[in-house]
């Protein structure tokens, strides 16, 4: 394989840039050529393609976001729009692909790779929500976003007295609050995988506060089939404290990918460049414990989630 194309798709994630530079540098050391395509499959379809040198990949390893840009297209999974993508990969001459994203855009390298074309899939998410690897590519720095913004928060609330529900993103995976919230010392973390039980949440909260403490913080996963207000609403109602919400969005997307985020990116990137080199395909790589491993792309997409309830016990342990 001489020539191999690279995109970003879906929901950007910091660390993204890390794993481009990685894939270029990378091609280029083993002497292949790499070709970007700009917004993810949408740029496909339009031919936004354009070759990549060591140079364009310069000062981006600490920038959030992504340099190629991102999309979300639906008309890519339709006939029309597939065909024009896998037109567009051979007008390009390019013989394998890598695609840094989450479950959607791994399911659409899935099928170019079905159709023919090498690919091979690096988790770029904030959401941690792809089950074959431990980790996804912008988890970590979304987390520490999210503590910086819980300090901050608790700053204003402890001066006030007051409880502020934080709502963080994360889709269906609730591993955004829980590692936010054990490592933010929350004194409760509701996600989508654990029913909450709201009497307790407000008898801890009210026990909290003649114990002497001066705020509360209660981390909600957006996936959680509550509103934020309607939570703060009933906490207010139940126990009288004042509570505020506060919903992070999009600012715990952006931002300088952590050491912890760049090194992974690296490394995946890195892999993949070595499996399209080898003329290896249809893989998608993943960190289990401390190495980078590679999967069938199909068998990694089916992995089962099975969630741990550990670390949301141990929150509760330690926030009592
Ligand atoms: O998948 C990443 C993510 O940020 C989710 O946590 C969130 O639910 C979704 O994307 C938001 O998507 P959009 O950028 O389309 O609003």
Redesign the pocket.
């Known amino acids: 394989m001489n020539r191999i194309g690279i995109l970003t798709s879906?929901?950007?994630?910091p660390g993204m840039n890390a794993a481009i530079r990685a894939v270029v540098r990378g091609s280029v050391y083993n002497k292949m050529e790499v070709y970007g395509i700009d917004r993810g499959y949408e740029g496909l379809m339009a031919g936004d393609i354009r070759e990549l040198s060591v140079s364009s990949v310069s000062d981006i390893i600490q920038r959030g976001g992504t340099m190629l840009r991102t999309a979300?297209s639906s008309h890519f999974m339709e006939p029309d729009g597939f065909k024009r993508a896998m037109d567009m990969l051979e007008n390009f001459e390019i013989q394998g692909l890598v695609v840094i994203g989450?479950?959607g855009s791994l399911n659409g390298a899935l099928k170019i790779g079905k159709a023919g074309v090498p690919v091979v899939g690096l988790p770029g998410?904030?959401?941690n929500?792809l089950a074959y690897t431990d980790f996804t590519i912008g988890f970590d720095t979304s987390v520490n976003t999210v503590l910086g913004a819980i300090g901050n928060i608790r700053d204003t609330s402890s001066s006030h007295e007051r409880s502020t529900v934080i709502e963080v993103?994360?889709?269906n995976?609730g591993d955004?609050a829980l590692y936010a919230g054990l490592a933010g010392g929350a004194e409760t973390v509701l996600i989508p995988e654990f029913e909450p039980n709201i009497n307790q949440i407000c008898r801890k909260l009210i026990q909290g506060k003649n114990r002497g403490k001066l705020h509360s913080i209660i981390i909600k996963a957006?996936?959680v089939p509550i509103s934020s207000q309607e939570l703060a609403d009933v906490i207010t109602e139940r126990t009288g404290l004042e509570t505020k919400v506060v919903v992070l969005a999009?600012i715990?997307?952006g931002g300088t990918p952590t050491g912890r985020d760049r090194v992974l990116a690296s490394r995946m990137g890195y892999r993949a460049v070595e499996l399209l080199r080898d003329g290896v395909g249809n893989r998608a790589v993943g960190i289990r414990g401390a190495d980078i491993f590679d999967i069938d792309l199909e068998e990694a997409l089916n992995t089962a989630r099975v969630y741990d309830n550990s670390i949301n016990e141990l929150g509760e342990i330690l926030s009592i």
Do not use: A, F, L
Request: glycine content about 24%.
């Open positions: 879906g929901g950007d994630s979300r989450g479950d998410t904030i959401d929500d993103m994360g889709r995976c955004i957006e996936g999009y715990q997307r």
